[in-house]
C-alpha cells in the first residue's frame, strides 16, 4: 500500500484516555514569619504544584487523540484482548497472514490508553503485538496510572501485550524528573534507567543532577537510585550506595541542598534526609553549616500507624525568628480526628523532653487538644476557624502556662494576582510569660493582614503586618520577594521594624 493509512491493531481492554494529573511531587513551602505571612502559603504550594504537573502541547493532543479512537470504535472492546493501536505513516505495508507490517514517512503508532510512539521508521507483527524502531524514536505516555512519559531515544522495542520495552541512548522526562540515561527499560510497574542522571533543571547541562548506575522509578510510589552521586554542575557533592526517595510529596524534590543569609546565623548551608526503613519507620536528618555556630544539627525517628504519629527527636532546632533551641531528647506525639462527617477535625498532641536554650535548662513538658473546623466558604472569602486547650509545664519555672486559644482567618484571592487575609488569635504564652523564646510573639493577643501580589511570571511579592492586639502598636513588618530563575528560586524575607534581612536559595521545587 503506497498511501497514508490508518489501522486499527489488536483489540482489547479500553482504559479511559484522560485523568487528572498525578499529585504533585514539589516540595512543600513553609514561610518563616511572625505576621502569620504563612496564611498565604498555599499560593506558592499551587504555583509549584501547577508547574509540576502541565502538560505539554504534544501531551494533551495525545489525550484527545486517544478519546477520539474510542469514540471511534466499531466493535465491543474485549477485556481479554489487548488495547487497540492505531498505526499511520506515508506508506505502510502489513501482511495479514504473518501479522508483520512496516511504516515509513512521518510514522505515528498510538494506543487506546494514550501512548504514543513517532519516528521515521517503524516495523512489527500484530500477531504478537511488537514493535521495533531501528532508529530515533520521540515516545510519549499518558497512561493513567503510569508515569508520565516524554522521551527521545534509539533501537526502541515495545510490546503491547506485556506491556515491556526498551530504548538505547535516551533521554527526556520521566514524571517530574528530567532524565538521560545509556538504556532506558519499560515494565508495567516501573521504568528503570541505566548509567545515567535525573535532574528538576531542563537545561543541556543541568545546574545539578543526581546520577547513578541504575535508577529505579515506581510512579507514585518511589525511587530507588544505585551508586549515587549529586553533583552541582561537575562538582560532585555527596554519594550513597543506595538511597530511595519517596515520590507523594513526602521526600520534596529529592531534598537537595539549601544556601542562604540571615542576620543570626550569617551564611549558611542545609540538607535534609530521610530514610523509610519499612512503609511506616522513617529516620529523618537536618545539616546545616552556619559561619556563626558553625554545624546545627537535628535527626529523629517517626513511626506512624492508624494510632498516631511517635517522634524521637534531638538535635537543635530554629525558630521563625532564626533563635535555636536544643532538645536532648523529645519525645512527641500528634493525632488527627475526624467524628462522623462533621466539618470538625480534632488535634491531639503530646510533646516531652529536654529543652536548652542559651543558660536556660529544663524539663519540657506539652500537651492539648486542637479543634480545627473545615473552611467555611462566605462568598469570596474563606473563613477558618480553630480554638485550643493547652498545658506548658517547665521544671526550670515553678509557673505552668495554661488556658484557651483560638485563631480566625479570613482570605480572599482577588484574581490570579491578588490575594489578602487577615487574623485575629489569642494564645496563652508568649515570650514575656516562658522562659524560651520559640516561635512565640511578645504578646498574646495579635491582629494581622498582609497580601500577595504577582508581578509576572517569575516574581511576586508577599507583605505581612502584625498588632498587638492589647496595646494596637505595629510589632512586625514582614516583605518577601520571590524570584524564579532558570532553575532555582530565590527568596528574600525583609524584617522592616528589626531592618533584619535572610536570603535563602533553593534548586527548582517544582
Known sequence: MNKKLKALICTGLVLS????????????????????????????????AGRDNILTDEQKQLVQDALEMRRNLRDPLDPAKNVPVAVEGDDLVYDQRTGD????????????????????????????????????AHMLQMTPEQAKIILDGYKTQYNYSTKTGKMED???????????????ELYPDKIVAYDGYMTKCSAIHPDYRSSASMIEIYPNDKIICHDLKFWLGSIPVYSRKKQ?????????????????????????????????????????GFAKFTSKHMFRNNGSIIWENPVGTFELMSGYYQGSKHLWLKKAPSFAYRKALRIS??????????????????????????????????????????????????????????????GMGYTALLRRDVDDRWSYYALYSYTQANSQNYIFDFDLDSY???VAA???????????IVAGSAFNGSTHELEDIDLYWFHDM?????????????????????????
Open 17 to 48: 484516555a484522560v485523568s487528572a494529573p498525578m499529585a504533585a511531587y514539589a516540595s512543600s513551602y513553609h514561610s518563616d514569619t511572625d505576621t502569620n505571612a504563612d496564611a498565604l502559603d498555599y499560593i506558592e504550594n499551587n504555583r509549584r
Open 341 to 402: 462527617d462533621l466539618p470538625v477535625t480534632w488535634i491531639l498532641e503530646y510533646e516531652r523532653g529536654h529543652w536548652s536554650q542559651k543558660d536556660i535548662h529544663s524539663m519540657h513538658t506539652n500537651y492539648g487538644l486542637r479543634l480545627r473546623l473545615d473552611t467555611i466558604k462566605l462568598g469570596c472569602y474563606r473563613l477558618d476557624l480553630g480554638s485550643n486547650y493547652s498545658v506548658i509545664k517547665e521544671s526550670a519555672s515553678p509557673k505552668d502556662i495554661r
Open 101 to 136: 507490517f512496516s511504516a515509513t514517512g512521518k510514522v505515528k503508532i498510538t494506543s487506546l490508553d494514550a501512548q504514543r510512539f513517532v519516528s521515521d521508521e517503524a516495523n512489527g507483527n500484530l500477531n504478537s503485538n511488537e514493535i521495533n524502531v531501528p532508529g530515533k
Open 170 to 184: 535516551a533521554q527526556g522526562k520521566v514524571d517530574h524528573q528530567y532524565i538521560k540515561a545509556k538504556r532506558i
Open 486 to 510: 532558570h532553575c532555582f528560586q530565590s527568596i528574600v524575607r525583609y524584617r522592616a521594624k528589626r531592618r533584619e534581612v535572610s536570603f535563602s536559595l533553593q534548586f527548582n521545587p517544582w
Open 444 to 446: 498574646s493577643r495579635k
Open 244 to 284: 530511595t526517595f519517596k515520590l507523594g510529596g513526602k521526600d520534596g524534590s529529592q531534598m537537595l541542598p539549601r544556601v542562604g543569609y540571615n542576620n543570626h546565623d550569617g551564611l549558611w548551608l542545609s540538607k535534609d534526609f530521610r530514610y523509610y526503613l519499612n512503609k511506616n519507620l522513617s529516620l529523618y
Open 450 to 460: 498582609g497580601f500577595s501580589y504577582r508581578f509576572d511570571h517569575n516574581n511576586r
